[in-house]
């Protein structure tokens, strides 16, 4: 960071990224009187609303929450699954009955079984992408990818993500932003950027939403520039005081790359909102019971989810969880990437998380009132080959896996006025291609839009190509 002061040039050359500005613009910067610290400690005392005592009584808004099943699930094994095909078609797993009367899913998420009245099975998703970044990039942008897809890694030229676009459309409530990512951006290990379209792309890296960062080993949350410490030196604030100051004055310079003054205040006061909303009680999951925690289970994707449902209650609109943890194997047989032992995956790890997790998540929800105002997503970005041991895409696939297969797979949808205990859209016998009611990327996304009250057709600039291009090319669902 010293080096933007030593060069000042630089600060134009480039943006500041949300580690660096929050790191110097963060609370500890403020430059807040003691009448303003007051007043925000009256604010917090008089605001005490769901996230410190689980009352929902103020949750008069949509919301919703965004799982991203990383790595893409087996359609046919897991919710949509074939019992008449043949032994190398349908599998090992078998079906079992759930709380909805004709829906049956796999035996190994009886969890979901129980909350079947609550979910609404879309088993006609298709797009036409078989490499996990750029596929990853039209499931969260609702675009197809703009290139070949000769990489899995983020470009300047990606479709906006859908938590970017609510960054920037959204309204923040309650001191909080509208869109929040948890408990990381995905990213191959290996590789020097994220996967592909989890920012602003072409509208802007500006409008990324901010990062709630996980910690696997402890199972907490931090946004980074904003925990407040009980003590630290009264040198590092002074220092911090002062290199804020001298940014400042760099921002006032004139220059052809414009100014970063502005840009810097927008994070500073983001971070005074952010205080303003209680942020420091909400970002900490240890307020949540024992029992609570242990009821969704104490892995990062259950914790995850606990936080999402913190966050919706505080007024966040879009909570966005990415699926990886102990379920990453590999690079090549990441999370629910089963490119080998597919079933011995899906039954010792993968199931057994999601069946604890997304089951209490959606029940939760339900208890505190806040399932018919919060739409909650869970997809992947593709699904799997309905042949065992077929190749498709990656040569690392075995006999004992399924490869990637984008022709047809399964969201699940559940609250958020959605219907529950339906299916909508139909694959073929063997679970490869759609037979009934296609659903684009661009379809589930002008859904989250239209739920999220954000009109789909809204207009925005695209900074790539200064190119004017709607926030949703496709149609709402109806799923009433």
């Known amino acids: 960071m010293l080096s933007i002061i030593h060069d000042p040039l630089n600060v134009y050359q480039r943006r500041f990224n949300r580690r660096e500005a929050l790191g110097v613009g963060g609370l500890s910067l403020l430059g807040l009187t003691a009448p303003q610290l ?3 400690r009256s604010t917090q005392a ?9 009352s929902s009584a103020k949750h008069r808004y949509n919301s919703c929450v965004f799982i991203f099943l990383f790595g893409g699930p087996s359609q046919i094994d897991l919710w949509d699954m074939k019992p008449a095909a043949p032994v190398e078609i349908r599998g090992d797993f078998k079906p079992i009955s759930t709380k909805v009367p004709g829906i049956q899913i796999c035996e190994h998420l009886p969890g979901l079984a129980s909350q079947m009245d609550k979910v609404c099975l879309v088993r006609s998703m298709t797009h036409n992408m078989n490499v996990h970044g750029p596929a990853c990039s039209e499931i969260f942008s609702g675009r197809e990818y ?32 509208p869109s929040i990512v948890l408990p990381w951006y995905l990213q191959f290990t290996g590789q020097s950027r994220r996967i592909a379209g989890q920012t602003g792309g072409r509208m802007g890296e500006r409008h990324n939403a901010l990062l709630m960062q996980g910690s696997a080993a ?6 980074d520039g904003l925990k407040l410490e009980q003590t630290v030196p009264i040198a590092r604030i002074q220092h911090r005081r002062e290199l804020f100051k001298t940014i400042q004055a760099i921002g006032r310079e004139r220059s052809p790359f414009g100014p970063v003054a502005v840009e810097f205040e927008r994070y500073r006061q983001r971070a005074f909102s952010l205080l303003q909303g209680r942020a420091g009680e909400l970002f900490d999951i240890q307020r949540e019971t024992p029992k609570m925690r242990d009821r969704y289970g104490r892995t990062m994707v259950g914790q995850s ?13 879009l909570v966005s969880v990415n699926w990886e943890d102990e379920t990453k194997i590999s690079g090549t047989n990441t999370c629910w990437d089963t490119h080998e032992n597919n079933f011995s995956k899906l039954n010792n790890l993968l199931c057994p998380i999601f069946d604890q997790a997304y089951p209490a998540f959606l029940q939760d929800l339900d208890e505190r009132g806040l399932l018919e105002t919060t739409l909650v997503v869970a997809v992947g970005e593709f699904g799997r080959t309905p042949h065992m041991g077929q190749f498709s895409q990656s040569n ?18 559940a609250g958020g006025g959605v219907r529950g205990g339906q299916v909508y859209g139909e694959s073929d016998r063997h679970a490869g ?25 809204r207009e925005y600039v695209d900074e790539f190509q200064k190119l004017r291009h709607q926030v949703s090319d496709g149609r709402p669902l109806n799923l009433g």
């Open 433 to 457: 291609f759609v037979k009934d009611n296609p659903v684009s990327p661009a379809d589930l996304t002008a859904t989250i839009f239209h739920h999220l009250g954000v009109d789909p057709s």
């Open 305 to 317: 989810l606990l936080m999402a449902r913190r966050l919706v209650e505080a007024g966040v609109s």
């Open 218 to 223: 402890t199972l907490d949350f931090q946004v």
């Open 46 to 54: 008089e605001d005490r609303t769901s996230a410190s005592d689980g």
């Open 146 to 177: 703009f290139n070949a897809p000769t990489t899995d890694q983020a470009d300047p030229q990606d479709w906006p993500s859908l938590s970017s676009m609510m960054m920037r459309f959204g309204k923040p409530r309650g001191g909080m932003p």
């Open 396 to 413: 690392n696939t075995k006999k004992s896996g399924r490869d990637h297969w984008p022709s047809v797979f399964t969201a699940l949808i």
């Open 38 to 40: 007051a007043r925000l």
